[in-house]
């Protein structure tokens, strides 16, 4: 192996997967976080690297909180695995502490990438002395340094961008390698190497003009000609430009039949040494071998994968043409993995019929049965090859490294391709692995054989919507699916997309000439019977993940079963680890073991999800294997780790809250350290936090099991003034109203009807909640539960006031500020403070209003409670804008508008760009009361919110009123006079006057720049 040719010691790979050995044995670097550090270290070459760099290189902008803590112990284990023998409390010699920072002290040649550039420095001082055949035996061993995709296992922005770099500089080495054998007059050797390699690299025309060089000087003039006019294509067709001037020039050249185009009179070649043989009279005659050709029948309606398939060609041709025996040149070995039914037989079998002719001395292939219980032991498949090799069974060695070893020296004179099929893991795998670089290899595996030496990883996902449908077509019959195109992408969609299950039920529409493709979609729709409806004649998608799932432990496929339990989208590791009642760290080895086993996908860092198929197997085993109290157990686990969790973002977001204190929690959950932090993740975990509240909905059959969701949807309540799940937060909370209703359940109910109240109240519809308010003030004095008391006495003096029933509402404020002051909650006292400021404009008290808005801010400031301090800024800000204070009301909002925005608090983002626009009209800012409509108006569409909609016209043509634009300023009132009536908002009314006042023929001005899109 590459990363290991330097002998003893420590030694470390970067061009291909971080890896590292001592003393030969490799050693694990554990996740790929941990890994990613490691390879930063690496490529600092001894530099120190601060934590904050650290962070930002592997976690980018989706740093958690904790990252530096989790970074210290990643560097701790790191250090462990360096340096095991180093007593407890010593310094360590090798990742070392400088200030700060953290440097790894490497000796010297332990990297890879040292060596690498070592060998290049030695190509170009071989190269200046005129040793051509030196430089190009330099070049090539520098490059078989690579295994595979430089970095490969590790994550964040500093890796990808490091990968980046390592992979341009191995194709300019190519490129300078393709040069050298030029000069050596191989351009008869290095065709199919340039072919390959212009492929891969299209546009890079430094290695056209190599293989048109190379194909003139092997007479073939035309096909010179042709590489050009197809690198021109393809510039002007991805770039929009002509081929650089070199380029063009190489072009006239052979058209002009150049000779000094030809060929060097005599390749640098170098004397044979004195004790080599003089002629190759001398030699013994070599032994003749038969050709194996065991590669199974090509697939015959092979579709798609069409760029993967170039990868792995151009890497199994990359290295098979003859080489000097001095360079010791990588075997190239392709390693496919990913979920049962993907496709990486069909993959495999079809790239290994492509590549046929780059190994003229044939193809040998072994059904590893790696997953089931009688997996082919490599002693069986190596003697299996050895026959095939023309090796008489009575001379094959019995043991497995004798038999390896004969295999590799048969091998050794030979291009041959080996395809390795469904393997179990890299032991199964290394000994059938070519020893000699003019072999290839593939190997397929559900597993990710990480560990597999020299090995290109490939993670095969499902088909693109496209490439499945064009599956389908091509088994089910391209005329039938064209004319149901629609219902033939619900079906693929059904079937998440597996080539497998495409495949299955496509045979079963062309073996049913009745059956339309409308017709199956009914029949997959249901996922109780899904599974069952995807199998044919020995094909089942079931019985191809049950192979997967028995090879699991019992830890393994327990996790596998519960974690089907949730309905969310995907899972972060902390939840997983309640649904598992696991510890953080014991959670994510189990996660990370299932990603491996190709159950379970990462999509990102910390997060997990099942592919749609495997997730109804996975419950069918969760039926059959988890007894029912065990499922209510877990999902029961999995509700109070969100509720412990929403509880600490809810007191974070709303300071002085008497919400949390009142919550029944059971459990632990995320602590968060910000009021954004906590808005972020239940903004990030909104999906799965509302399908985990519906499935407890349904499922609950006393109170005490719908508690926990009930005070979810209270917790979450920071979430809806977001404005990003405003129809889950309906849907969700009339799921555990219907629930609470059909148990009995009060505390239940008054919990959903508060929630729904706020929805409908952001959604302006002001007499539905204040009806659901009303429920709830009566269930809270009826059972005395004061969770939501003060809350819904404030909102429903808002719902009343904004129907401008302000002296009503004024007393229901009246009614909330004696119960907070009852209660001990200055944080209500002064919400009441700061929204009572309105009704008392209402009523045209502004001395009034200023005072409750200015108390309002006091009390919130002197708490601390930035959340309270930002929303009494804006009703302060709303009372002096009114009053003319102008200059006061635009600092005041824009100190709010700042707020919000950092905590993504949309709704609120809007009403206030609103806010300030009306105040820029009133000091006849136009241009600026224009600008922040016009971001009103866009937050407002994205969130869906129709009255912040119109609200946010009405503003936006009252400015372009302003500025002379009548046209528009005309079009955005009546919109907004149309939203409002729509709602029975009563701004109607208002609108209706102004709209009633504008002559019907005005001058038409444009002076405005702004476009409002409907």
């Not at 706020?758 to 539905?768: Q, S």
């Not at 949309?906 to 006849?924: D, G, K, P």
Request: glycine residues 8%.
């Amino acid at each position: 192996m590459a990363g290991q040719s330097v002998e003893g010691g420590l030694r470390f790979a970067v061009l291909g997967p971080v890896r590292a050995w001592r003393d030969g044995q490799e050693l694990d670097l554990g996740t790929p976080l941990q890994r990613s550090i490691l390879g930063m270290l690496l490529l600092r070459e001894g530099h120190a690297v601060t934590p904050n760099e650290m962070i930002d290189a592997v976690w980018g902008e989706d740093a958690p909180p904790r990252a530096l803590g989790a970074l210290r112990t990643y560097v701790s284990r790191l250090r462990t695995v360096l340096e095991p023998d180093r007593p407890a409390r010593s310094r360590p010699e090798l990742l070392t502490s400088i200030g700060r920072g953290y440097a790894l002290r490497l000796p010297d040649d332990a990297l890879d990438l040292t060596r690498f550039e070592r060998g290049i420095h030695q190509a170009e001082a071989a190269r200046k002395a005129g040793r051509l055949a030196d430089a190009a035996r330099a070049l090539r061993a520098a490059l078989a340094l690579f295994e595979g995709e430089p970095l490969a296992g590790t994550v964040g922005p500093y890796s990808e961008h490091q990968r980046d770099r390592l992979i341009e500089r191995r194709i300019s080495v190519i490129e300078t390698l393709m040069d050298v054998d030029l000069e050596l007059g191989n351009h008869a050797r290095i065709v199919s190497e340039l072919i390959a390699l212009t492929a891969d690299h299209p546009l890079r025309e430094r290695l056209r003009a190599q293989l048109m060089l190379a194909y003139y000087r092997c007479g073939r003039q035309g096909d010179a000609l042709n590489v050009f006019t197809e690198t021109r294509e393809a510039l002007v067709d991805e770039l929009g430009i002509e081929p650089g001037p070199e380029l063009t020039a190489l072009h006239q050249r052979i058209l002009a039949a150049d000779p000094t185009l030809a060929a060097p009179a005599q390749a640098d070649t170098e004397a044979p040494q004195e004790d080599e043989p003089a002629a190759a009279e001398e030699q013994p005659p070599a032994l003749e071998l038969p050709r194996p050709a065991q590669l199974p029948a090509a697939v015959t309606d092979f579709t798609g994968r069409k760029e993967i398939a170039v990868r792995l060609r151009t890497l199994l041709s990359g290295h098979s043409s003859a080489q000097p025996r001095s360079a010791p040149e990588g075997v190239p070995v392709a390693a496919i993995s990913g979920i049962g039914g993907v496709g990486k037989t069909a993959l495999a079998v079809h790239v290994a019929h492509l590549v046929d002719d780059v190994f003229p001395d044939g193809q040998l292939y072994a059904d590893l049965r790696g997953y089931t219980d009688e997996a082919t032991a490599p002693e069986s498949a190596l003697g299996g090859f050895l026959r095939a090799l023309g090796i008489p069974p009575d001379v094959i060695p019995d043991g497995l490294a004798e038999r390896s070893a004969l295999y590799r020296s048969i091998l050794a004179e030979r291009r041959i391709l080996v395809l390795l099929d469904n393997a179990r893991d890299a032991e199964q795998v290394s000994p059938l692995l070519p020893g000699s670089p003019g072999c290839a290899a593939i190997v397929t595996s559900r597993g990710k054989l990480a560990d597999l030496p020299s090995a290109r990883l490939i993670d095969l996902d499902v088909m693109e919507p496209g490439e499945a449908l064009q599956l389908f077509a091509a088994v089910a019959g391209a005329e039938r699916v064209s004319a149901e195109h629609g219902a033939a992408m619900d079906v693929v969609a059904a079937c998440g997309f597996l080539p497998l299950a495409v495949r299955i039920v496509a045979a079963r529409l062309a073996a049913r000439p009745s059956w339309t493709v409308a017709s199956l979609v009914p029949r997959l729709a249901d996922e109780q019977r899904r599974l069952d409806e995807l199998r044919v004649g020995n094909l089942a998608v079931e019985a191809t993940f049950a192979l997967g799932y028995g090879q699991l432990t019992s830890l393994q496929a327990r996790a596998f079963r519960l974690l089907s339990l949730p309905n969310g989208p995907d899972i972060s590791s902390g939840a997983a680890a309640a649904v598992l009642s696991m510890s953080a760290f014991e959670a994510e080895e189990v996660l990370e073991s299932l990603v491996d086993a190709s159950l379970l996908e990462a999509p990102a860092p910390g997060r997990y999800r099942f592919h749609d198929l495997l997730k109804l197997f996975a419950r069918r085993a969760l039926e059959k294997g988890e007894r029912p109290q065990a499922r209510t157990m877990a999902l029961r686990r999995l509700l109070g780790f969100y509720l412990a969790s929403a509880q600490s973002a809810h007191t974070l977001a709303y300071e002085g809250s008497m919400i949390p204190a009142n919550l029944v929690v059971v459990g632990s959950g995320r602590v968060f350290t910000s009021a954004d932090e906590a808005v972020a993740w239940l903004i990030s975990e909104g999906d799965s936090l509302f399908a985990t509240i519906n499935q407890a909905a349904v499922a609950a059959r006393t109170a005490e099991q719908l508690l926990p969701a009930a005070d979810l949807l209270v917790a979450m309540e920071p979430l809806l003034e977001s404005g990003t799940h405003t129809r889950e937060f309906d849907h969700g909370t009339r799921a555990v109203l219907a629930s609470a209703q059909e148990i009995g359940d009060q505390a239940g109910e008054l919990r959903a009807r508060y929630v729904l109240g706020r929805v409908l109240f952001a959604g302006n519809r002001l007499k539905e909640a204040e009806a659901q308010f009303r429920i709830v003030h009566e269930l809270s004095r009826a059972r005395e539960e004061k969770i939501v008391t003060g809350e819904v006495l404030n909102a429903l003096a808002v719902v009343v006031g904004r129907q401008r029933r302000h002296t009503e509402a004024l007393s229901l404020f009246d009614a909330a500020m004696r119960f907070y002051r009852e209660n001990g909650v200055p944080a209500g006292e002064a919400l009441v403070l700061s929204y009572s400021a309105r009704d008392h404009l209402g009523l045209s008290r502004p001395e009034d209003a200023i005072a409750a808005a200015e108390k309002g801010l006091a009390i919130f400031t002197e708490i601390g409670s930035g959340a309270g301090t930002a929303r009494a800024r804006y009703h302060l800000g709303i009372v002096l804008s009114r009053v003319g204070r102008l200059t006061e009301a635009v600092h005041h909002h824009a100190e709010c508008l700042a707020f919000f925005r950092a905590g993504k608090q949309r709704v609120w983002e809007q009403r206030v760009c609103s806010r300030l626009a009306e105040t820029f009209i009133a000091a006849e800012r136009y241009p600026d009361a224009v600008r922040h409509a016009e971001e009103a108006l866009t937050v407002s569409r994205e969130i869906g919110h129709p009255y912040g909609e119109a609200l946010s016209l009405t503003v936006l043509g009252k400015a372009l009123r302003g500025l002379g634009s009548t046209t528009r300023s005309l079009d955005c009132l009546r919109r907004a006079f149309e939203i409002f009536s729509r709602l029975g908002a009563p701004e109607a009314g208002d609108l209706k006057v102004l709209l009633d006042s504008i002559p019907a023929a005005e001058p038409v001005g444009d002076a405005a720049g702004s476009v409002v899109e409907s």
